[in-house]
């Protein structure tokens, strides 16, 4: 199996999605593209993750904008979209007297499986997620961590395009967590499923996704690849072996007129175009200075994540 | 010789999908049996099969009468077929009790109703799914048994006579059936809209029937208002239609209780419920 192949259609594309609950505002002018491979859509509890992912399934029509999933209007397409959809709910109170293979051979069958096709990929899905020992057992009896998995499960065994997962790591301890989050990682690049997951966990999504849509307050305050985000600063980094070396570059940036931070070993440089790399490798060669790291400032997702929220 | 274990790995589906139909055929399929207890421990199988039983011991009571002791029920000892309602009328309430509280407040405690408005089913194509498990199980008991009876009866030379006379009980049978059963669908899912706790939603449906009839009673028997009081009567009011769909009085006078106000109530009581479990659920959250 193979990571989901890049389509030229992006899997989902809100333009000015307005979301209005009575006199509350759950999303508001929310404008963002989705392409395949594994996005995370990132906010704090009550930015609008749920409502986005709810509409995402057609369960709510926008009060104003457009949304496409799977290039076509979710709400309107309804079932036939919903067909192609896996979802993984946030919440672990699963039926407790339903066992697991069960569970997930029904969900398979409301997702148009015939009944022998749905009972085979039911107990392939659970053995995929781990659970093959355990899938004749109630829900009721299992961890918060095998819900979860369950939950997983349900969602992949019908062989959907892309699945939605609210916040899947949930409830899990630190071994839990990183187990869940390796196996969603293999089913978007082992299983070739597309994935949508919401989290206010800022380091699962940079440990797992290949995009981030970050949403606050009902809008999106940024998106796009890791990568991308993550290089948004315009700044070189240098990290030199003495604190004095660093000094000493930094006191040349000065006399050069380069605006520039000192840190310790470090002097941060702006701007970020060769020339900026040029005249610092210059200014720590003057300077007598050993560099240890001259590079582009990574910013951690959280960083970009602050910066957005002000 | 030996074995080797072969890693499936993930497998796509390309055949087709039976979309909507489908998932609401799985959805009433796995409802009926959830509340029947299948593939559940032997004491949810418990309530559901008691009460259907009891509903069919009347039934098989006057059956063995009718073949074994045949002058008995040649003296007009065997019920009419719309007094049969009338004898299993805790069962009906008893089952609706249980089944529709099962059916509903499940779905939503557990988080159910997301996955399930996650397929291709949506609130509407979901309610009318379990509205038609929760009237298919109601049949069983409003039906079944009457329809035992009336084909036994017959076979027995009890029955009326003539093909068309036949048909026209059948036609009579089926339609005092279709009603009662929706009329205690209709209730018992309102009911079972308003809250997610099976418990909570049991003891609301029996308090509604059981307070309906005391408070009907209160009214006509006990301070003598209106006889139209009666059809606050939420058990008696459809038993009572039911003779009137059959052509015959019943117990209540047709001077005090004309059939239109007993259909009227009926149907008004029916669509009122079923209108209002269909607000409840547009304006229900799911997501979460």
Known sequence: ??????????????????????????????????????????????????????????????????????????????????????????????PGDVLAADFVRHVAE??????????????????????????????????????????????????????????????????????????????????????????????????????????????VLTEGSIEDLRGTGSDIIVELETVDAAAAVASQLQQLGHRHQHLERVVIVSGDDESVFDITRDVCAAAGAGIERLSRRRFSLEDVFLEQLG | MTAEIFDRGYRRYDGERTGLRGAAKTLVTHSIQRSLGLHRSARHKIIPFALIAFAFVPALVFLGIAAFLPFVAEEGFIPKYSEYYGLVSAMLFLFISFVAPDLLCNDRRTGMLGVYLASPLNRNTYLVSKTAAVFTLMLIITLGPNFLFFAALSLQGFGPGGFFAVLKVLGQLLLSAVVIAAFFTAIGMAISSTTDRKGTATAGTLGAFVGSAAISGLLVEGLGYSTHFRLLNLIATPMQLAPRIFGEPGEWLSSENPSWTMGAAVVAVTAGCASFVWYRYQKMSVTR
Request: proline residues 6%; glycine residues 12%.
């Open chain 1, 110 to 219: 409301l997702h148009g499986l015939p009944k022998a096709e749905a009972t085979s990929r039911a107990s392939d899905a659970l053995w995929l997620v781990g659970l093959g020992e355990e899938r004749f057992r109630p829900m009721g009896t299992m961890s918060t961590g095998q819900r979860q998995r369950v939950k997983l499960a349900q969602a992949i065994a019908h062989d959907p395009t892309l699945i939605l997962l609210d916040e899947p790591t949930d409830g899990l301890d630190p071994v839990q967590r990183t187990d869940m989050l390796h196996l969603i990682r293999r089913v978007a690049t082992e299983f070739g499923i597309n994935v949508i997951l919401s989290s206010h966990l800022l380091d699962e999504v940079e440990q797992i996704c290949d995009a981030a849509v970050i949403i606050g307050d009902g809008r």
């Open chain 1, 1 to 94: 199996m193979s990571a989901p192949n890049p389509s030229p259609t992006p899997l989902a594309v809100g333009v000015d999605v307005v979301k209005r609950y009575g006199s509350f505002t759950a999303l508001s002018g929310a404008t963002f593209t989705i392409h395949s491979g594994i996005t995370g859509l990132l906010g704090a509890n009550g930015a609008g993750k749920t409502t986005l992912l709810g509409m995402f399934l057609g369960l709510h029509a926008p009060d104003e904008g457009t949304l496409a999933v799977l290039g076509v209007d979710p709400y309107q397409a309804g079932a036939d979209i919903r067909a192609h959809l896996g979802y993984a709910p946030e919440h672990h109170t699963l």
